[in-house]
């Protein structure tokens, strides 16, 4: 029972260069979700699934891409990486909507040097 | 635009004692929850209010949702050192909106 898993755990990175973060979850849920979560600033979305090939933006988009291409992978896309974007990246899924209970990933720490 | 504010930001507490932690927003909530999250994992759910007033228990934790769903608190009574980790408040807004608070980080000294 794998659950949800984020790869990779941590990752460091430059300026300019283009990262992945991956996601996976085996419960088929509808939702999946990406947060970057910052001291101070709590959770924010990224961006939200509501079902294979549905995304839309959440609070702070800018910077990041998605896609989902099947309902249980999730990737988050860092097209050039800056400095800002260092945080922890969570990302989380739900059976039934974005305002019900979230099941969340360990998360993968990111450093954009 | 951050419409969850929780306080106390940092807690460090001795086990045995009580404590509160609140949550609050000028905006209207249709539902709030809080989540738990410890060291280099993610949030895991504690509960789920959905009526202004609203009071759950859960063994030592106490979870009040405002009258007026503005505002909500949670209680902890004879904190343990397993109660360690960031408390975060979230909320579906009436805009149908969906936010996570700025988050308790919560220290229980044995």
């Known amino acids: 029972d794998a659950g949800i898993t984020q790869s990779p755990r941590y990752k460091i990175t430059e300026t300019g260069r283009q990262v992945t973060l991956m996601c996976h979850q085996t419960w088929s849920h509808s939702y999946m979700f990406w947060y970057r979560q910052d001291l101070g600033h709590g959770l924010r979305l990224i961006y939200y699934?509501?079902?294979?090939?549905?995304?839309d933006k959440g609070e702070v988009p800018d910077g990041y891409v998605v896609s989902r291409s099947k309902t249980e992978n999730f990737p988050l896309t860092l097209e050039s990486a800056t400095r800002s974007q260092t945080s922890v990246y969570f990302c989380a899924s739900s059976p039934i909507s974005r305002f019900n209970e979230q099941f969340f990933g360990p998360g993968t720490r990111l450093t954009v040097l | 635009t951050q419409l969850l504010e929780q306080s106390p930001q940092f807690l460090s507490i001795q086990e045995g004692e009580n404590l509160t932690v609140y949550c609050n927003s000028s905006?209207?909530?249709?539902?709030l929850q809080w989540y738990r999250q410890e060291p280099g994992e993610g949030p895991v759910l504690l509960v789920t209010?959905?009526?202004?007033?609203e009071v759950k228990k859960l063994k030592r934790l106490t979870f009040q949702f405002g009258d007026a769903r503005k505002d909500s608190s949670l209680h902890i009574t004879a904190a343990q050192p397993g109660d360690t980790g960031l408390y975060l408040c979230?909320?579906?807004?009436?805009?149908?909106?969906?936010?996570f608070g700025t988050g308790t980080s919560l220290t229980v000294i044995p």
């Open positions: 905006s209207v909530f249709s539902s």
């Open positions: 699934s509501a079902a294979a090939d549905i995304t």
């Open positions: 209010v959905v009526t202004g007033g």
């Open positions: 979230a909320g579906e807004d009436t805009g149908n909106q969906f936010y």
